[in-house]
């Protein structure tokens, strides 16, 4: 039997997931993003949670036009929830055109994003009745 702990989820104006989180003891909110296969942070917020960069830019892509610079990060500390603490590793990509996209529509800005690799390592559960995620 598996023990669970969880983090709440709130929906923005958009209809995208959403959920706080501490990344190097810095507070974050983040994008839950099932169809995202790589947790990343924006860019410009690398110092404010102390993320060292390791290795070499590559291009990345996703929901944007063309490719973008992204680079990845060595594992930091996570933490979701009131029990939730691990490891993880997040790809440095610039995150303005989401963020002007989310503003225009009335919605937050958010520092980054949890994608798959995050939701399968940690055998996450999306609970939208009840607004859970269970880790």
């Given at each position: 039997?598996?023990?669970?702990?969880?983090?709440?989820?709130?929906?923005?104006?958009?209809?995208?997931?959403?959920?706080?989180?501490?990344?190097?003891?810095?507070?974050?909110?983040?994008?839950?993003?099932?169809?995202?296969?790589?947790?990343?942070?924006?860019?410009?917020?690398?110092?404010?949670?102390?993320?060292?960069?390791?290795?070499?830019?590559?291009?990345?892509?996703?929901?944007?036009?063309?490719?973008?610079?992204?680079?990845?990060?060595?594992?930091?500390?996570?933490?979701?929830?009131?029990?939730?603490?691990?490891?993880?590793?997040?790809v440095l990509l610039d995150l303005n055109h989401v963020n002007t996209t989310?503003?225009?529509?009335?919605?937050?800005?958010?520092?980054?994003?949890?994608?798959?690799?995050?939701?399968?390592?940690?055998?996450?559960?999306?609970?939208?009745?009840?607004?859970?995620?269970?880790?």
């Amino acid at each position: 039997m598996y023990r669970h702990t969880f983090t709440r989820i709130n929906i923005s104006k958009t209809k995208h997931l959403l959920c706080r989180a501490r990344i190097n003891g810095k507070k974050a909110k983040l994008l839950i993003d099932t169809g995202a296969s790589n947790s990343c942070i924006h860019s410009e917020l690398q110092d404010h949670f102390k993320l060292e960069k390791k290795g070499d830019p590559f291009d990345a892509s996703g929901a944007s036009e063309g490719k973008m610079e992204a680079v990845l990060t060595a594992k930091c500390i996570i933490e979701l929830g009131r029990k939730f603490k691990g490891e993880q590793a997040f790809v440095l990509l610039d995150l303005n055109h989401v963020n002007t996209t989310l503003s225009s529509q009335g919605a937050n800005k958010i520092d980054g994003i949890i994608g798959a690799d995050f939701l399968k390592k940690n055998k996450a559960i999306i609970d939208y009745g009840h607004r859970k995620l269970f880790l």
